[in-house]
T-cell receptor, first 110, second 110 residues
Framework: AQRVTQPEKLLSVFKGAPVELKCNYSYSGSPELFWYVQYSRQRLQLLLRHISRESIKGFTADLNKGETSFHLKKPFAQEEDSAMYYCALRGNNAGNMLTFGGGTRLMVKP | DAGITQSPRHKVTETGTPVTLRCHQTENHRYMYWYRQDPGHGLRLIHYSYGVKDTDKGEVSDGYSVSRSKTEDFLLTLESATSSQTSVYFC?????????FGPGTRLTVT
């Protein structure tokens, strides 16, 4: 079975502070990991996927297979980063299905 | 945004009534999904489709049925709505590289 855990439901930081949103997963094979972001009452948007190794809006995430983690980081948080963040895993399934974590709400205070 | 629309966007219904939510895509993607979003649970897969008339159950399928008679439309039906089905419902489509989400339907069962 595959599982994604985001241990923090809420993360509150001040503008300009570093941010790290944690994501841990369990999966027996080689997963593909994603971060999705949802701004207030909007649809989910893809932020990052580990295979592309991009930096989007200043965010980065590295897949650590040893620790089974895919933490999302940003060195200097901005107020517009306030949103819900979801970590998701895609295993080797025929339906191309994603398993989501419970989400972390990031609040960036001025 | 990928060409995904959901209707209705908001609905209030009474316990025991049938409800159908519609997802429509203009991308001609093979895979379509229905999720529900609840605080603390993230997104959970209800049903998915891998082609016309081909559907399968997800993690939380009890009380829900789906149909896909055309590539572009994926319907989610609550045969007899219950208060526990009050949620935000998201449709998603996939081209096998990643999933794209619709704007969501907020359903309240009173």
């Amino acid at each position: 079975a595959q599982r994604v855990t985001q241990p923090e439901k809420l993360l509150s930081v001040f503008k300009g502070a570093p941010v790290e949103l944690k994501c841990n997963y369990s999966y027996s094979g080689s997963p593909e990991l994603f971060w999705y972001v949802q701004y207030s009452r909007q649809r989910l948007q893809l932020l990052l996927r580990h295979i592309s190794r991009e930096s989007i809006k200043g965010f980065t995430a590295d897949l650590n297979k040893g620790e089974t983690s895919f933490h999302l980081k940003k060195p200097f948080a901005q107020e517009e980063d306030s949103a819900m963040y979801y970590c998701a895993l895609r295993g080797n399934n025929a339906g191309n299905m994603l398993t989501f974590g419970g989400g972390t709400r990031l609040m960036v205070k001025p | 945004d990928a060409g995904i629309t959901q209707s209705p966007r908001h609905k209030v219904t009474e316990t025991g009534t049938p409800v159908t939510l519609r997802c429509h895509q203009t991308e001609n993607h093979r895979y379509m999904y229905w999720y529900r979003q609840d605080p603390g649970h993230g997104l959970r897969l209800i049903h998915y489709s891998y082609g016309v008339k081909d559907t399968d159950k997800g993690e939380v399928s009890d009380g829900y049925s789906v149909s896909r008679s055309k590539t572009e439309d994926f319907l989610l039906t609550l045969e007899s709505a219950t208060s526990s089905q009050t949620s935000v419902y998201f449709c998603a489509i996939s081209d096998l590289s990643m999933q794209y989400f619709g704007p969501g339907t907020r359903l309240t069962v009173t």
